[in-house]
């Protein structure tokens, strides 16, 4: 199952860091979010936690994700790991508030949590300096995973959703499917991995192909494994 994947199912699912956890995989979670669903890990660290091995004003934003990761990647006694870090960057509505200052490339923006009282042009601005600081963070993983050089890596990015900014006075998320707008639900899945490993030409991906495809990457055997979700070749 997709990691927060909100599907209705009487079945019963198991979320990807638990299988893990079970399979002999140190699973690493880190997070500045909320909302998450039971996971059953060790080394499950909160903000608070990563704020005490962290150091300097930046500390109190979602790079704090960061913070002595390499050093307990190498502490591990596993030779596979899987590192979960739930950001909270782009979630509203304080879009303002969740980005260090020298990241606010496009200005004005929006500064109230009343967001119907702000112009487009300054939502919009807002929302787009945390994707800035996004992508300075993912930036900043894979030249750590580059420093990693005895391991073979790959960083996944996927949204949970997306995001209304005021069109047709909708705004954040969390609509129906059958009407959302299609900002609420289309999202980024980014990938980068630091060898030679392709990736097939999908046209379409979903939090569904994360499942699979990290099954895959770590050699994991499963009889759940679906091969046609896999976006490694």
Not at 79 to 91: A, C, D, E, R, W
């Amino acid at each position: 199952r997709a990691i927060l994947e909100p599907k209705k199912s009487g079945d019963l699912y198991e979320i990807l860091p638990n299988y893990l956890n079970r399979t002999n995989v140190d699973v690493i979670w880190r997070t500045t979010n909320w909302g998450e669903p039971p996971v059953h890990i060790k080394n499950y660290l909160k903000k608070e936690d990563l704020q005490k091995e962290c150091k300097g004003a930046d500390c109190n934003y979602d790079e704090v994700l960061l913070a002595g990761l390499k050093e307990q990647i190498l502490a591990s006694k596993k030779n596979k790991i899987f590192v979960v870090l739930h950001t909270s960057t782009s979630h509203g509505p304080t879009y303002s508030t969740k980005y260090p200052k020298q990241f606010e490339t496009f200005k004005p923006v929006c500064n109230s949590v009343e967001l119907g009282q702000c112009s487009h042009e300054e939502l919009v601005n807002a929302y787009d300096n945390t994707i800035v600081y996004t992508d300075y963070i993912l930036h900043s993983i894979i030249e750590d995973l580059q420093q990693l050089k005895d391991y073979r890596s790959s960083m996944i990015f996927i949204s949970d959703h997306g995001e209304s900014l005021g069109e047709n006075n909708m705004y954040m998320h969390g609509l129906p499917l059958s009407i959302a707008p299609k900002v609420q639900y289309e999202i980024p899945f980014i990938v980068w991995v630091s060898d030679s490993t392709q990736l097939k030409p999908e046209k379409e991906l979903t939090q569904y192909n994360v499942f699979h495809s990290v099954l895959n990457f770590l050699g994991i055997q499963s009889p759940i494994y679906d091969e046609k979700m896999n976006i490694y070749k």
